[in-house]
């Protein structure tokens, strides 16, 4: 049998060893506080063959040398990219937006702030926006921070463009208040996020795991089914930094495969994965 001639075989039979394994998962767990479990090694090796293939690098070990040897960590952030899984959906979850509407925002007088940490690529901050928008009737000032680790879906969240089955859980009279609907040029419905609805949302980029700039106090705080990709002493630590920039009564709302269980916190346990400081 010939050896591999062109760069795609190349690529294709690169393999990803224990070692090299152990190397990727230690650095993402290090940066970014992801614990990428054993079981995962497929999905690693296929995910990260197309950044060797765009870097023209021969195997992971020189990939892994790259990446270490960067100063401003770009292909870090584009492995992180590439790892990580950005699931959502508009009004995902719903009954903690029902609750938020029904409890929390009737209780507040003042300015409203909320924090989606972990937005991906912007279908929960934009919920967030009509939901409250919709229920002050833009009488209040509303600020909702949305940040991820990863500049990819932000930068489809900053865009605030989206195809027609992606709003398909949208209410009618929030698609006609807080979104226009286009054409793309390949003659795709598309609906683009009104001005009233971004100048709510603020998109920013942040690492969980390291300094956070923002102050507080928060009303709320989403952080849906991303302490799942973290062990347990990370999601420890991150519950007590968000209990400390919820103003009392504040809301933690988690994914409803996510609690608390077995952390020491001082949050009260209020319905499934809803919170209340």
């Not at 195997?59 to 770009?74: H, N, R």
């Not at 989606?116 to 939901?131: D, F, I, K, Q, R």
Request: proline share 4%; net charge positive.
């Amino acid at each position: 049998m010939a050896l591999p001639t062109t760069a795609s075989a190349t690529f294709a039979d690169c393999e990803l060893t224990p070692s090299q394994f152990k190397r990727i998962t230690s650095l993402l767990y290090s940066h970014s506080g992801i614990r990428m479990r054993e079981g995962k090694e497929g999905l690693v090796r296929a995910r990260l063959a197309k950044r060797l293939r765009l870097r023209s690098l021969p195997d992971f070990d020189s990939y892994l040398e790259f990446v270490e040897s960067q100063t401003d960590q770009a292909e870090f952030a584009e492995m992180i990219d590439a790892l990580t899984t950005n699931k959502t959906s508009f009004l995902r979850e719903s009954s903690h937006f029902d609750y938020l509407r029904d409890h929390v925002l009737p209780t507040l007088s003042g300015p409203v702030r909320v924090w989606s940490a972990g937005c991906s690529s912007g279908e929960e901050p934009y919920t967030l926006a009509m939901l409250i928008g919709d229920a002050y009737e833009g009488s209040r000032d509303v600020r909702i921070l949305a940040t991820d680790i990863s500049h990819r879906v932000l930068a489809t969240a900053k865009a605030g463009a989206y195809g027609a089955d992606q709003m398909t859980d949208v209410p009618d009279a929030w698609l006609q208040r807080f979104w226009t609907r286009k054409t793309d040029g390949a003659g795709r419905d598309l609906y683009t996020a009104s001005q009233a609805l971004r100048r709510n949302v603020h998109f920013a980029k942040l690492n969980l795991m390291e300094h956070w700039p923002m102050q507080g106090p928060f009303d709320a705080i989403f952080c849906r089914n991303v302490m799942i990709y973290f062990d347990k002493a990370t999601q420890q630590r991150l519950v007590e930094r968000y209990w400390a920039l919820l103003r009392p009564g504040g809301h933690l709302l988690v994914g409803h495969s996510e609690s608390l269980t077995g952390m020491t916190h001082r949050f009260r346990y209020v319905m499934p994965a809803v919170y209340v400081k």
